[in-house]
């Protein structure tokens, strides 16, 4: 049982990060599917309509999970991107127990972090072992804390197409909430322009109005340093 993963958002300076999951189960055309660096915005749009399908169709089970900005500070980026891969895993396997077929079921909410004695008992009852292939070179430690197999491959984004509809799951997924609510709560910003990276316009906007409540302090310290006396994060 092959566990597909990949991210957005690890790098920019608001927000949670997602994890698109995809656990395929029958065969499926993949040819359209490309790394979501690679696509537009329609593009990408359409593609994660045409995985929902795949979804619906019974071809793939999968999964978007997160975790926010508050966590991202607290545990540094490694540990978060464990939590989160961990918590997607948890819903990818209660939904392939048949545990939600809702909508909501399949999308970002608090989840419960899965355990190595979980994967244990859901492995000897399917006589099938679990492995994670994840984008990038870091293992974030999940081998060790689930005693499972962990694949990392770099820049295969295009040639394992199920990594590249991973991605395609966690960008528009996060891109949906910044652009569609939180561009809107909190407009001084201009989240939806810059994608929340640290470009000068967003950077300059820190400075002038100080951190809203979505930002990452952790990620903000070499903007503020010298600025401590201006704005304390």
């Known amino acids: 049982m092959k566990l597909y993963i990949d991210e957005a958002g690890r790098w920019p300076l608001a927000w949670p990060m997602h994890i698109g999951i995809v656990l ?7 040819n359209e599917f490309k790394d ?25 089970i999968f ?11 607290k ?14 895993i948890g819903r990818i396997i209660l939904l392939f127990k048949g545990g939600g077929q809702r909508p909501e079921d ?17 492995q000897n009852e399917n006589n099938k072992e679990i492995e994670l292939i994840i984008d990038g070179n870091n293992k974030f430690w999940l081998d060790k804390d689930l005693g ?19 991605s395609i799951l966690a960008k528009v997924s996060r891109d949906r909430i910044m652009e569609n609510e939180m561009d809107k709560k909190y407009p001084k910003y201009n989240f939806k322009k810059h994608k929340w990276y640290g470009t000068k316009q967003h950077r300059d906007a820190i400075l002038k109005y100080g951190p809203c409540k979505i930002h990452r302090k952790l990620f903000l310290r070499k903007i503020m340093w010298n600025n401590w006396n ?4």
């Open 148 to 166: 499972i197999k962990v694949e990392t491959v770099i820049k295969w984004d295009d040639k394992i197409k199920e990594i590249s509809m991973a």
């Open 63 to 73: 999964a978007i999970w997160s975790v926010t900005n508050t966590e991202i500070d």
């Open 75 to 88: 545990l540094g980026m490694t540990k978060a991107l464990n939590l989160a891969i961990k918590r997607g």
């Open 106 to 122: 399949f999308y970002c909410k608090k989840g419960i972090p899965i355990s190595k004695k979980e994967i244990e008992k859901l």
């Open 230 to 233: 201006i704005i304390k994060i």
């Open 24 to 30: 395929p189960l029958k065969n499926f055309s993949k």
């Open 36 to 60: 979501s660096k690679k696509l537009n915005e329609k593009q990408r749009e359409e593609l994660f309509s045409h995985i929902e399908n795949l979804q619906k169709d019974g071809k793939i």
